[in-house]
Every structure is written in structure tokens, then in C-alpha cells.
């Protein structure tokens, strides 16, 4: 193996990504150093906040570099190594980058079990990033209560499904927000939540008055935009909103925002945080417990939409942004 | 003693407070039933606050009808009392009337301790509403930690002397915003802010870059408009926004409010968390313990603006929406 495949960053994508923003190209593998190893990716995760990686906006890491290989979330497993302790086979997950094969020290990933009963995209698109984001956000942040109402924007996406089928574990009414009736039947038939509103068909805000008449207590917010304010206009007395992500902006042009809703937070004592999983980096080991226990059990489903073909990748990831991905997105770059 | 004076509300207030929007006058006595009793007010306490009860906007306890006697903070003592256990001469304080009498069955009120040394003044405008306000907000939201930035607005105000000194008691490095010199001399000469920006002559985001130039771990919001942005777009990573107040909104006739601020609250991971003082109600014995060992022991000092006259009352409270108070605004009703 001395060539590998490797998508890159050519220019900063204004507004949507547009062909040859992103460029894909066979190049020469990088030697592997003393400490290092190769890994051969088997699944490339797709996620909404790539699209903040390409732009230089004010973000939660450095961007990547005009002309540096495309960063991602990956899973795979070790070719060649020059690292003690690290062996041909072994299993790995974290973050990588866009590419067939990747030449890393091991900064940014760590050691992906593997679970007997499941299947590798169920763990890692579980297990990665997208469950302890759902997770912390929703447990250390929304702070859910038993008969409380919580509403889950993206409900059938990576973060959505997990946090609505955790509120129901801690007892919540949990109302999805999706689009499409495929979407709306998945998260209340196979995923039990107690409704969805696919905001392609239905205004939103005339459906969360029928359905939570008394108000919401904790708003996971993905989305942001006409969606976000329709949320938070009907947040009760104390409610909270874990801030995780704004999809609806992420391709757009100007600084339009959703208007600050500040004296509603004071009269009705909102609490909204922002938050990134990476700042959950020490409790992991927590997060992954807890998440592999429901899982185990029967109480957490996911559902991944794998697509395949690394070449795919640049096209792929804009479904994120036009609702195309039914459930976490994968590219299968090499058959588990 | 059969009449009483009291300030009722006659009209709401379109912006400004103007006169004959509160009417003064002399009425019977209520007669004091079983279970009640009289209680003669020593102090009045004016606050922001008393804006939004006197408007119909959605807020955190029920407006002012028109027509009622005027709410406000009391401290006072018994005169005449038909309930067991409350005797004339009694100290009382909390949410009470625009009076000079009032009759009561004590709901909203709880008994002031009287402190050797402490002035009734000092320990109606620390331990009253403003000290707890103070209190829960800087140390339960804000969770300062030695070393960090904490901006405080409204710095020689009621709540902003005591939010700046517990910060410097945290361990803080504490910016004051206040208007003029004479406030900002007091709050750094007298109680020990390390700076204080003075909004009417300075530049207040050029001002926080010269005096924070790593940012602001914690803004003790009371203050809403362009001062709020200024802070709020110097905010570090990780930081936390007690919302206290907006009093740069409570005249205003339109809805206009800073805009939202959500992609930046998401890549920063801010929190933002509206309170209301009574939200902590059950731990007001907390935080009075707390506040009077700092009065006790020199570490907290306040000052009380106190000006005479109840009939002066709705002309006075003007001024804390032009910062003409200096100080916690106290009525004296009666001399102590």
C-alpha cells in the first residue's frame, strides 16, 4: 500500500457546498513514523458541523486549512503501526479525516470495543460522537423530569433519535420535529416518541399548541431558525435549552439570526447553553456505559443511513443540510 | 389611626412612568380581621422591577391591577395585630404596598432580624431583596472561580455593589459599569472593584478590550441594549451570563431588543439563565447568613440612597431608569 485516497478542502464553499469545494484525489501514502500508525477507515462519519470546519466563522476548533485533507469522524482499523501497544486489526474511532487511509499518532481517537450483536455502524454511529452528544446534552443540560414535555428538532437524525428515546427513558413526553411522514412514523412507531411534527406539511407552532397545550420544558435545539423561535415562544417557567446545534444557518450567506428572545429568558428564567461534545471528553466512559447498557437492553434503537463510497463523500454530506439522511449518515469507505 | 396614604395605579404607563399614572391619597384603614394585623413601613425599597408590574407585558408574577395599591418591597413595623404570635413593634420585611399603613396576614413578608450596629437602612437594602438577588445569581449561575473576568452593570446599584464584592471575595478580577465618575471612584475606592468603565464619557467595548483584553468569564446582566452587547461579544469559551435584569427596556414602547446571539452562545458554550430573586426563596436563610458575616466582618459594604417622604415615591422611582439613584433607592417612610 503506498497510495491512499484523500478528500480536501480547494476553497471555503460560500453558501452550499458546490462541487470543487471539495476535491478528491489519490495521493501518496505519508511514511509511518516512529509513534505512529496507519489506519484503513471503514466508515466516514457525515455531520452537520463539517460544514463549519470549511468556513473560517468564529467556531469551537480551528477550522481546516484551505488545501489540508477534509476532517471527519472515523472509524477503522490499524494496517501498520509503529506505536507500542497498537496492532494490525485493532479497532479505533474518533477524529480523522476524510481519506481510504490515514497516517495518525492516535491525537483525537480512541479504542471502539467491539460489542458481540452489533454491528459495527450501530456502535459507531451510536457510540461515537452522536450519543454522548445526545447524552450530556440532554442529561447534564436539560436536566429532564419525569412528566415533563421535551421537544427534539432533527428528531430522526444521528443526535435527534438518541435524545428523544433517552427523554422517554427518564420519563418525559417527548414531541419529534422531522421532515417527511416516513421520518414522523419511524420516531413514533419504532422509536416511541408521543408525537412528531413534520414541519414539511405542518406549521409548527399551531402543532406544538395542540400538542403540548401547557407548554415545553426543555427545547434540544439542532436546528435554529423559524423552527428554533416556534420552540422557544412556548418554553414554560424554568425551561431549558441545551444548544447543540443550528443546521438552518450553516450554509447561509448572511448573519441572519433568529432574534434574542432576552426578555422572555428573564421572565420566564430560561436556561440556554451551548455546548460541544468534546467539552464531555472526561465523562466518555460514562456516556458509553450508560448508551451500550439501553442499547443491550432493547431501549435505545438507532437507525444509520450508510451510504457507499469515500468518492461519494462531498455529495453526501450536503443531504445533511436539505434533510436527505434518514438516521446518522455513514459513508462505508471499506466493507466492515 | 382610621386613614392611611397609599399610592395606587391609576393608568399603565406608556413608556416613561408620567404622573397621574400612579394617584396619591389618604383612605380608611382597612379594618384589621382576624389572622391580620397593621404594620407602619419604615422603608420602601424602589427597584427596576417596579416598571414591569406597573405594565400588562408577560412577566414573572402577576401585574399591578389598575386600580390596586402599588406593590413594592417593605420593611416596617407592627402596630396593631389580631394574629397569634406577631406583636406591635414587630420587624417585618418584603413584598408589600406603596403605603404608609398596610394590612396585612403577613403573606410575602417574613420577620428582619434586628442587627447591633447595622443601621435598618443597611439591613432592609442588603439583606432585603438585593443581597439574596446578588447572592444566588453571582454564585449559583455565575460560578465564579478565582482568577476570572466578572463585569458587573449597574455597579453602584443596589445589586451591583454586592454582586462586584462577592466577586472579589470569590477571588474574582471585577469590572464595574456605571454612569459618571463619582459611581465608579465609589465602586473602586470604596469597594474594591479593580475597574470601573463609566458608560456616559467612555467607549464601553473599547473600554472592556483595554481592561479584559482575554475576555469576560462572567456577565452580571442587569442592564439589557448596547451595554449587553458589548460585554456579551467579549464573552470567553465556557461563560456565564446571569440574566438579572434589562432596565434599558422597561420604558421602552417598542419590543426592540438586542439580537439573538445564537451561533455565538453555541461556539463558545455560553450559558444564559434568566432568575428572579423569590426563585430561591428557600434558601434565603443561606444567603442571609452568608451576606451578614461579610457586613459583620468589613467585607461588604453598601450604600443606601434614602431620600424622605412616601409622597415623593412615584417621582423617585423615575430615577432609577436615568440612574439617578446611587446606592440602594429607599423611601423612608416613617423615621426609623
Known amino acids: 500500500m503506498t497510495t491512499r485516497n484523500v478528500w480536501r478542502l480547494a476553497h471555503r464553499p460560500v453558501g452550499d457546498i458546490a462541487d470543487g469545494d471539495l476535491v478528491y484525489g489519490s495521493e501518496p501514502l505519508p511514511d509511518i513514523a516512529e509513534g505512529q500508525f496507519s489506519l484503513r477507515l471503514t ?66 481517537l480512541s479504542r471502539l470495543p467491539e460489542i458481540p450483536g452489533v454491528p459495527l455502524a450501530a456502535a459507531f454511529g451510536t457510540l461515537g460522537l452522536v450519543g454522548p452528544t445526545a447524552y450530556f446534552g440532554l442529561l447534564d443540560i436539560g436536566q429532564p423530569q419525569p412528566g415533563e414535555t421535551l421537544v427534539v428538532s432533527a428528531a430522526a437524525g444521528g443526535v435527534g433519535q438518541i435524545v428523544g428515546q433517552i427523554g422517554k427513558i427518564k420519563g418525559c413526553r417527548v414531541i419529534g420535529i422531522a421532515g417527511g411522514k416516513a421520518k414522523c412514523d419511524y420516531v413514533t412507531g419504532e422509536l416511541g416518541f408521543d408525537a412528531c411534527i413534520d414541519y414539511k406539511s405542518q406549521d409548527v407552532g399551531a402543532a406544538l399548541d395542540r400538542l403540548a397545550p401547557d407548554g415545553i420544558d426543555i427545547n434540544f435545539e439542532q436546528v435554529g431558525g423559524d423552527i428554533m423561535v416556534a420552540v422557544l415562544q412556548r418554553m414554560k417557567t424554568f425551561g431549558r435549552m441545551p444548544l447543540c446545534g443550528l443546521i438552518s444557518s450553516y450554509n447561509a450567506t448572511t448573519a441572519s439570526e433568529p432574534p434574542g428572545y432576552w426578555t422572555m429568558m428573564l421572565m420566564r428564567r430560561l436556561t440556554v447553553r451551548g455546548f460541544i461534545v468534546t467539552d464531555f471528553a472526561p465523562r466518555f466512559a460514562e456516556s458509553g456505559q450508560a448508551l451500550l447498557g439501553w442499547m443491550l437492553d432493547g431501549r435505545l434503537k438507532t437507525r444509520q443511513d450508510v451510504r457507499p463510497g469515500l468518492d461519494n463523500a462531498a455529495r453526501l454530506v450536503r443531504e445533511l443540510y436539505t434533510g436527505g439522511n434518514f438516521g446518522k449518515l455513514l459513508v462505508e469507505v471499506t466493507p466492515p
Chains 1, 2 share one sequence.
Open 43 to 108: 466508515y466516514l462519519s457525515l455531520d452537520p458541523t463539517n460544514r463549519i470546519w470549511m468556513s473560517d466563522q468564529e467556531q469551537y476548533m480551528p477550522p481546516v486549512d484551505v488545501g489540508a485533507a477534509m476532517r471527519g469522524g472515523v472509524c477503522g482499523r490499524v494496517v501498520e503501526s509503529r506505536k507500542p501497544g497498537v496492532n494490525p486489526g485493532d479497532l479505533f474511532a474518533g477524529l480523522g479525516e476524510w481519506a481510504d487511509v490515514m497516517v495518525t499518532d492516535g491525537t483525537g
